[in-house]
């Protein structure tokens, strides 16, 4: 007996929504982790189409001690009313164990590091989540030596 094959469902994969592309370029990626967000509803339903921009943004540690992403676009979402949409750039919560908040905050402070968010994507509960990398800047001469690499191997491949 052969079984039909499983749809694949909503909670069967993740889904990418906004990749910020510069990351990468402009910073040396020392460590990555997955932490939420916090939207309302209207961000939600926008992020679901895809309405949203990383390029410019950033995450760092507040005044009250918690983790936020600042600069992200969310586009407002179409179909609802001004008054119940979102601004699109506010600030928004990040959410992060204990441990992990501890360990951002040491490497901020004391190594020096950037936190840049990588990308936004949806888990398998279907959970907005946000890549974020414990990052060091590249200087002007480390690009150019990187893109060297990617053409040599490139036209060597």
């Given at each position: 007996?052969?079984?039909?094959?499983?749809?694949?469902?909503?909670?069967?994969?993740?889904?990418?929504v906004a990749?910020?592309?510069?990351?990468?370029?402009?910073?040396?990626?020392?460590?990555?982790?997955?932490?939420?967000?916090?939207?309302?509803?209207?961000?939600?339903?926008?992020?679901?189409?895809?309405?949203?921009?990383?390029?410019?943004?950033?995450?760092?540690?507040?005044?009250?001690?918690?983790?936020?992403?600042?600069?992200?676009?969310?586009?407002?979402?179409?179909?609802?009313?001004?008054?119940?949409?979102?601004?699109?750039?506010?600030?928004?919560?990040?959410?992060v164990t204990?441990?992990e908040q501890?360990?951002?905050?040491?490497?901020?402070?004391?190594?020096?590091?950037?936190?840049?968010?990588?990308?936004?994507?949806?888990?398998?509960?279907?959970?907005?989540?946000?890549?974020?990398?414990?990052?060091?800047?590249?200087?002007?001469?480390?690009?150019?030596?990187?893109?060297?690499?990617?053409?040599?191997?490139?036209?060597?491949?």
């Amino acid at each position: 007996m052969t079984s039909a094959p499983k749809k694949k469902t909503k909670k069967d994969s993740s889904s990418t929504v906004a990749v910020n592309r510069k990351a990468r370029y402009d910073y040396t990626i020392e460590e990555t982790l997955e932490v939420g967000i916090v939207l309302r509803g209207t961000e939600v339903r926008s992020l679901r189409l895809g309405q949203v921009s990383l390029a410019e943004s950033y995450a760092q540690i507040s005044k009250e001690g918690t983790l936020v992403l600042i600069n992200a676009h969310i586009a407002p979402y179409d179909h609802a009313p001004p008054e119940r949409n979102h601004d699109p750039t506010r600030t928004r919560a990040l959410l992060v164990t204990a441990k992990e908040q501890r360990h951002i905050y040491g490497a901020v402070r004391k190594k020096g590091y950037t936190l840049v968010p990588l990308n936004i994507h949806f888990n398998r509960r279907g959970l907005a989540k946000l890549s974020l990398a414990l990052a060091v800047g590249r200087k002007k001469y480390d690009k150019r030596q990187k893109e060297k690499e990617k053409q040599w191997k490139r036209e060597n491949a």
